[in-house]
């Protein structure tokens, strides 16, 4: 049994920032590569960031590359998505998983960006 837990969230202006966590229960992050993702209303869920299972390599879709960062701490079993440089645009309900296992979904966690 798997559970994810995505934290984090809030309102924020833009240009600001917000570190989101992602607490993985019956599961250890040091065997999975990792991804956030994010669905803003009325769109399809988007990818954000991948980190690998080993750590050491991590990737960004263009929209959030240069600002957000992804990283994990093994001992505390929790993904993170430390996102700067907020803008409009990044608005949306984030969410954590695994890389091709097919868990099922967290609540996600609300990033709201004001103007």
């Known amino acids: 049994q798997v559970q994810l837990v995505e934290s984090g969230g809030g309102v924020v202006e833009a240009g600001g920032s917000l570190r989101l966590s992602c607490v993985v229960s019956g599961r250890n992050v040091s065997d999975y590569s990792m991804d956030w993702f994010r669905r803003a209303p009325g769109k399809e869920r988007e990818w954000v960031a991948q980190i690998s299972r080993s750590g050491g390599v991590t990737h960004y879709a263009d929209s959030v590359k240069g600002r957000f960062d992804i990283s994990r701490d093994v001992a505390k079993n929790t993904v993170y998505l430390q996102m700067n440089s907020l803008k409009p645009e990044d608005t949306a309900v984030y969410y954590c998983?695994?890389?091709?296992?097919?868990?099922?979904w967290g609540q996600g966690t609300q990033v709201t960006v004001s103007t």
């Open positions: 998983n695994a890389v091709d296992q097919r868990w099922y």
